[in-house]
Nanobody, 124 residues
């Protein structure tokens, strides 16, 4: 069993930065691919970024590529999402997910554990 708790969201002006954190409990965290997703009002949850269990491979949605960076510290059981050059269209609730599989995925339905989410609001 893995429990995830996100933090770091808030209100920021366009062009600003935020760093989200996702703290995980459970000894199996180190072996799980971890992903960040987001969900805006009235929209489906969409993929943002994913990292494999070592943090050596990452993959990003085209909409955030070059602006967001996913990383993880397995010693701290934490995955991060550094968000730079934020845009109003990045406004959403951001969720981290853990997948109990070797392979990383960009499909939300393939994730087994989710945090409660953290709100990110970017003003124009």
């Amino acid at each position: 069993q893995v429990q995830l708790v996100e933090s770091g969201g808030g209100l920021v002006q366009a062009g600003g930065s935020l760093r989200l954190s996702c703290a995980a409990s459970g000894r199996t965290f180190i072996s799980y691919p971890m992903g960040w997703f987001r969900q805006a009002p009235g929209k489906e949850r969409e993929f943002v970024a994913v990292t494999n269990w070592r943090g050596s491979n990452t993959y990003y949605a085209d909409s955030v590529k070059g602006r967001f960076t996913i990383s993880r510290d397995n010693n701290k059981n934490t995955v991060y999402l550094q968000m730079n050059s934020l845009k109003p269209e990045d406004t959403a609730v951001y969720y981290c997910g853990a997948r109990s599989s070797v392979a990383a995925s960009y499909r939300a339905h393939e994730y087994d554990y989710w945090g409660q989410g953290t709100q990110v609001t970017v003003s124009s």
